[in-house]
C-alpha cells in the first residue's frame, strides 16, 4: 500500500518501481531464468532476461500504479464518511436569514438569553431572573427576543396549590438554526451566566 505521506513525483515512482522491479528479479522471475539456463543450454538466455527485465518493468509500473489508486481510494472513503456524518441541517437560506434579522434587532442582554437558553435548556423564571447578572436589564432582555419570537414561555400549574410557574426556553421553530447564527459576535456573553 502506498504512503499517503510521500511525494507524489516522478522520483519516488521512479524509486517505487526499481525497487519492485530488483524484488521481481531477484525472487519470482528469476527462477523461469535459472529453469531456462539448465534444461534448455542452447536457448538464447539474453532474450530471455531481457523478457523478463521487461515484465518485471510492467508490473513493478503496474503495482505502483494500483497502490497509489488504492491509497487514493482509501482517502476517498474516509471523506466520504466524514460527509455523511456532518449534521444535516433542515432549514433553508431564508430561515437562517430570518433568525440572523431577529437576532440582530435585540439587545447585548437578550443575545445573551437567548444563547443561555440554546445552551441550558428551560428554565423557570425566578430561576432565570436569579442567573441574570445585572436585575435592572431583565425585563428588556426578557422582553425582545419574547416580541421576536425567539423565545417562549410555557405556563404551567403549581401541584398542590393555585398559580403557575412559566417555563422559558428557545422558540422550537429556531432551536436549530440558532446553533449557526453567531449570537454573541465577539463578546463573551455577560448578563446571563
Not at 531481457?50 to 488504492?70: E, G, K, T
Not at 466524514?82 to 434587532?105: C, F, G, M, P, W
Not at 423564571?125 to 445585572?134: P, Y
Amino acid at each position: 500500500m502506498a504512503n499517503v505521506d510521500e511525494p507524489l513525483t516522478f522520483w519516488t515512482f521512479l524509486r517505487k518501481t526499481l525497487r519492485t522491479t530488483g524484488a521481481l528479479l531477484t525472487s519470482i522471475f528469476s527462477i523461469p531464468a535459472t529453469v531456462c539456463s539448465i534444461y534448455f543450454p542452447t536457448a538464447p538466455l539474453k532474450f530471455i532476461f531481457a523478457i523478463l527485465v521487461v515484465c518485471s518493468i510492467v508490473w513493478a509500473c503496474f503495482q505502483v500504479w494500483r497502490d497509489s489508486l488504492l491509497s487514493a481510494q482509501k482517502i476517498i472513503d474516509g471523506r466520504d464518511v466524514e460527509i455523511k456524518t456532518l449534521k444535516h441541517r433542515d432549514y433553508d437560506v431564508q430561515h437562517l436569514e430570518s433568525a440572523k434579522r431577529k437576532v440582530n434587532a435585540l439587545t447585548d442582554g437578550g443575545k445573551d438569553l437567548v444563547h443561555f437558553l440554546l445552551h441550558n435548556g428551560e428554565i423557570e423564571t425566578e430561576d432565570l431572573r436569579k442567573r441574570c447578572q445585572n436585575p435592572t436589564y431583565f425585563d428588556e432582555a426578557l422582553a425582545r427576543p419574547q416580541n421576536e419570537l425567539l423565545i417562549v414561555a410555557e405556563a404551567r400549574g403549581i401541584v398542590g396549590r393555585s398559580g403557575v410557574h412559566y417555563f422559558w426556553k428557545v422558540n422550537p421553530k429556531f432551536e436549530v438554526v440558532l446553533e449557526d447564527v453567531d449570537l454573541n459576535g465577539k463578546r463573551e456573553p455577560r448578563l446571563f451566566l
